[in-house]
């Protein structure tokens, strides 16, 4: 009934079955509010020509990156593909909702967050064993119930909270850590068009760290791959 794969019918036939008839009533209600819109395929123009290098609020003078607009996520994957395939490599997507296979595209690999959390959970576990087994048979022994002083069963709890509570605040703080945050300002919230990655832009940015990165051919290439808007941010 979502349609994913974008094959709309004519709107008299949308959501009917081979006998001209809905299936279910759930259909009948879909179909009520129209067949899903298709996807944008030209990019919003701006008021005014977006600059080849868009200066910041206390610029270094030295480039960012270059970035460019798209006008949907198909457009913006096949931009990303491209450019990976060009040899760039610190390539970035900016969209307002997840474009499945942009990770791919744009080089990523797995998030390291999991080896954080991993990291967590292990100092949790082994600061509740140090510090139960400390101070029930050396610091302060005390028989509890005719047991031994290291008898590791009444840890269990404790063994479990401290795990999963440093769990996540190593992942809690790394994710802060590895998203560059807090970060009150970015050098692409200069660019004219930018603010649209949260309501229908999809942007895609070539760092100036990169080693192919030049910003006249950068941009040229960018406006090769169908870009609009395409400028040089100043970091």
Partial sequence: MANPHGTVPAPGA???GTDGTYPTADHAMAAAFGPPSQPVTEVRPHPEPVPAFV?????????WGAVAE???????????KAALAAGYTHLDAWTPFYVHGMKEA???????????TLAGALTGLTAAVVLQFYLM???????????EYRSWEAFVPVFFEMTILFAGFFTLFSLIGLCGLPKFFHPLDSHPTFGRSTQGGFFLTVEAKDAKFAPDQTRAFLESLGGKHVAVVEA
């Fill in 55 to 63: 200066p910041t609020p206390g610029g270094t003078g030295a480039p």
């Fill in 137 to 147: 048979a050396y610091y302060y022994p005390t028989v509890v119930g005719g047991k």
């Fill in 70 to 80: 798209f006008a949907n996520g198909a457009q913006l994957l096949a931009a990303a």
């Fill in 14 to 16: 949308y959501l009917k």
């Fill in 106 to 116: 744009i080089g990523r690999t797995r998030s390291r967050l999991p080896v954080f």
